[in-house]
Each structure stands twice: as C-alpha cells, then as structure tokens.
C-alpha cells in the first residue's frame, strides 16, 4: 500500500510538472503568435504608406493631412489589433532649424509612426514602427506654417509626454490630431495650413489642463485665444500645466459643552439600586412597612461622551433634612472608585452643586459614573437626589453636507465691459465624516459657504496652493449670519498668537473676543460697516486697526507686534 501511495505521488508530480511545462509553452506560443502577427501589420501598414506619392502621405485629420486614417482596427490570424498612425513633418538640423532653417524652410521630410496594440492573456501589448520619408528632391515649402506648441511646468520647465490635441474646423480638410511633447515639452506641426482658427488643447494624467478659447458674446477677449498659422513662420503657443494639489477641508462644529443628566423621572439612567427608589422626580431611600429603610445607594449609567476633550464638573441637586445624609461619589466606567490622588475627596463623597472633575484624565478614564449614598436616622424622613449630571467639552463635531464653493484666481479672458472670467469654479459637499478631497491646479482659491458662519480655522482662505502640495484644514462653522468677520493674529514670524484679546468697536458698539488656538477671533451678528480693530495682549504692542470693513462674511488678516 505504501509502495502504490508513492508511486501514485510520484505520478501526480510529473504529471502536473509536464501541465505547467505544457502552459507555459502554450503561452509563449500564443505570445509569439501574437506578436508576429502585430509586426506583420505594423509592416504592411508602413509598406502601404511609403508606396503612396509623397505628397499624398498624411492623415485624416492630421497635419500633414491625406487620405490615411490616423486609427483603425484588423484583424490577422483572428487575432484583433488595433492600428494608430502618425504622420509629422521634420525639421532636419542638417541644415539648421527653426529660425536658423538656412532655406527656411521646415518641413524637410516626414517621419512616419505606425503602432499596433493587441491584448493576450488581458495584457495589452504593442509593437511600433517609425520609418523617415523624403521627398524626390530638395525639401519644399507646403505654402503653410509651422505650429509650434510649448508645454511648460509653472517654474517655465518643459514638460515631456503630455498630450496635445490640435482641432481646427475652418480648414480644408478640417484638422483633429492628437501628440505628444517631446523631453523639451515642445511639439512642433510644420505644414499647417494658414488660419486664424487653432484650437490647443493639452493635458497629462496627475496635472492641470489648459486650452485655447473662443470668442464668444460672453468672453469677448480670450486668454489665450485661438492661435494664428501665417504662410512661412512659426506660430508659438506657450501652454503651462503642472502637478494637481490636494486640498482637504474639514468642517466641524467647535469644542463645546455638553451634559448628560437625569432628573429622575424614571430608574432607567440607574445601573444598579440597592435600598433605594425613584418616586415623584427624585431618588431617595426605599420603604418597607416601617418607614424608610437606614441606608441605600443607587449608581448611574457609565458616561462615554462621543469626542471627548475633557471633563468638567459633576452637578448635582441634593437634600437632606435633619437626620438624613446623602453624598455623591465618582467612579469609573467599570464602577471602581475614583482614587483622593485622582479626585481629591472622592472617598468621603461630596454634598454640594458641584464636583470639579477637570483634572481627571480623559486617557486614563474615558467612562465616569456617579453614586449615590443616603443614609436617615428616622423611618419618617428621607434625603433625596432631584438631579445629577455629568459635564464635559467634547468635539470637534463633524459637520456632514456642507455645501462649499471654491473660486481661483486665474483668467481665461474677459467680458466686453472688462469684467474677468476666473477659469476654475468649484462646487463641493462635505461627506458623512465632514470632509470634502479635492484636486486642484495650482492657484489661489476663495472658499464661500451656505449657511454656515465660520468662527475658527488655522488656515483661512483664500488658500494659494502649489503644483503637487497636499494641504489639510479644519473649518469650525456655525449658524450662518447676514454679517461676520473672522480676524486672525499672527506675529512678524506669522505665527498665530493665541489668547490675544480682540476688540471690534464702532460708535455705540463694542465686542470682545479671545484668539484661539489657531489665532483666530469671530464676530458674528454684526451690522455691517466700517470697524476699528484692536488687539491686545501682554508682552504684545497694542495695536489698531482702523476703517475695516465689514460686509458679509469678512476675513481680516492681522501681523500683531
């Protein structure tokens, strides 16, 4: 049996060895099937191409234009393969180029790019051709131009690989080619023909994108226009494109104070009650058929606010009478007393309106509950609790759904009357967290916000991103007003100055307000008009701002001394 069971072991693994053995050399086949077969089309496209007058050699669409359509797709061995052919005219430096053209002209020769893509096991592949086409004699003149684009980073910086669409309906036949800049950023089309109609349009993945305009009733003067191709000169349009950045923005409500509270209406805020009752909006001592019972204790829920930043006080509302004692002590989310090194007092309980808890740490006891301890002398009198509550700052909260709207700075053209047309208008909703990702081109960006004020932020728009940046600000927002202004206190250095005191005062008006820790100060509910901004703080010169206008929602920077 042992001999037949690793015999049979043996057999399996030969056999499944010869079964990889055996796909492997199916996929090589396959592959070089494929592959041949793309090279044989790329060939008998390059073969078809050159066997065409050289005057005729050019694509639809394309400058050079002809009859030679720039896509299309075969079929060889019942393999499908896509064919893509571009056509460009060369400016040979034999004999110098561009501008130092010694015959000036230059379109000496075309160049001839055919590429095939296939896909095998859901791989797409290619095989790509590039073949040189003179002309029968000396070079000539095509009663053209030459389109010259230039793809720069925003530093002035050629781009190479982006793609360039050029699109000019008014010429016959009417121009759609599609390149890409060369390591230069430069793509250079000689033999357009003459028009005033040009459309550039450039793009590349993970950058902004730019474009030609038209004129049109609206933008009467277009930044940049369509270009212009004059017979025997180069026509340079200069493109910048440049990383996107990211810009994310949080909105959240601010620290704020919150209470959980019981006023005993029922026992369903108690997790455990022993010789005690809720009756009549209070807790006190349980009775038997003798009168009140001598002592009892009663604990709350645990309280584990959601966003915790700190606690504050325990409150409460207390009674005993002659005989009678009740205090309150704190503990922790498992029902273990607060140590005295933690709370000072804690084991003896407290009787008063108020416990401070503010130095109780969140991290250590992030979960506190409150009990109880009543005590009577007498089976006719009870001490009572009316109300308990627990009190912390919590936050920031997030804020989903807030609907923001971004403005750039730059311009594609103008209205007749002068008025600029900003290129970039941005709507966006924060998410259920509160947050809105966007990718931008660089710029500098006005934020405006529907129905909500805000009242801090570290960073305040607009915000002047750069190529390839990442930024991260958190806006603290609350119930929009008709007039508001935020002011920031920032020193020489420009970092923000917290706890400064800033006053905005008008005849018969005057607000108070202490910076955050972002360096921010907000006014909301104001009247609008002009304000005189003050600021002041100790080691700090005092120093005014005066004729501030307020109107909407107003930003005001400060450099504070």
Not at 425 to 445: F, K, M, P, Q, R
Request: net charge negative; with cysteine; glycine share 8%.
């Amino acid at each position: 049996m042992i001999d037949v069971v690793v015999g049979s072991a043996l057999i399996l693994l030969i056999f499944l060895s010869l079964t990889s053995l055996l796909r492997a050399s199916l996929l090589v086949s396959s592959l070089a099937k494929a592959k041949a077969g793309a090279t044989a089309v790329a060939n008998t496209q390059m073969e078809y191409i050159r066997s065409l007058p050289y005057d005729s050699v050019g694509t639809v669409g394309g400058i050079p234009a002809g009859t030679i359509p720039q896509t299309a797709t075969t079929t060889e061995n019942s393999i499908p393969y896509g064919v893509r052919t571009f056509i460009e005219y060369v400016d040979d430096p034999a004999d110098g180029t561009g501008a130092a053209d010694t015959n000036s002209i230059t379109t000496d020769y075309k160049r001839i790019k055919v590429a095939v893509t296939y896909t095998v096991h859901q791989k797409l592949r290619e095989v790509d051709l590039v073949s040189n086409y003179t002309p029968a004699s000396i070079e000539t003149t095509t009663g053209g131009g030459t389109l010259k684009v230039q793809v720069v980073n925003r530093s002035g910086v050629g781009v190479a690989g982006a793609t360039v669409h050029v699109v000019n309906t008014s010429t016959s036949p009417a121009v759609d080619v599609t390149t890409f800049s060369d390591a230069t950023g430069v793509v250079l089309l000689g033999g357009a023909a003459t028009s005033t109609q040009y459309q550039v349009f450039v793009s590349k993945n993970g950058y902004s994108s730019t474009q030609t305009y038209a004129r049109d009733v609206t933008n009467q003067n277009p930044t940049p226009g369509y270009l212009t191709v004059v017979k025997n000169t180069t026509t340079t349009g200069t493109f910048p494109i440049d990383l996107l950045a990211s810009l994310t923005l949080g909105t959240y409500y601010p620290v704020q104070a919150t209470s959980t509270i019981d006023t005993f209406a029922n026992s369903t805020k108690l997790a455990s009650q022993t010789g005690t009752a809720v009756t009549g909006g209070s807790l006190s001592l349980a009775q038997d058929v003798n009168g009140y019972l001598a002592s009892g204790s009663a604990q709350s829920i645990s309280i584990s606010p959601a966003l915790l930043v700190s606690w504050t006080t325990a409150s409460t509302t207390l009674s005993a009478p002659a005989g009678t004692t009740v205090t309150v002590q704190v503990l922790d989310g498992s029902g273990a007393l607060l140590p005295d090194a933690v709370l000072a007092g804690n084991s003896a309980g407290f009787f008063g309106s108020s416990i401070n808890l503010s130095g109780v740490s969140t991290t250590t006891y992030p979960s506190l509950a409150l009990r109880a301890n009543l005590t009577t002398t007498s089976t006719s009198t009870s001490p009572a609790v009316a109300t308990w509550s627990v009190n912390s700052l919590v936050g920031p909260i997030p804020i989903p759904n807030v609907a923001l709207a971004l403005a750039g700075a730059k311009t594609i053209g103008s209205t007749g009357a002068g008025a600029p047309i900003y290129k970039t208008s941005v709507a966006a909703t924060t998410n259920a967290s509160g947050i809105a990702a966007l990718s931008l081109e660089w710029d500098s960006y006005s934020l405006s916000l529907t129905g909500y004020d805000i009242v801090d932020a570290c960073y305040a728009a607009p915000y002047a991103l750069l190529p390839g940046t990442n930024t991260t600000n958190n806006l603290f927002l609350d119930v929009n007003t008709s007039n508001s202004a935020l002011v920031s206190v920032r020193d020489s250095s420009g970092a923000t100055v917290a706890g400064a005191t800033v006053t905005v005062s008008k005849a018969g008006f005057t607000q108070d307000s202490v910076t955050s820790a972002c360096g921010a100060a907000y006014f909301g509910a104001l009247a609008s008009g002009a304000y005189t901004v003050t600021i002041t703080k100790a080691g700090y010169t005092t120093t005014s701002y005066p004729n501030v206008t307020v109107a909407g929602d107003t930003f005001y920077p400060t450099s504070f001394p």
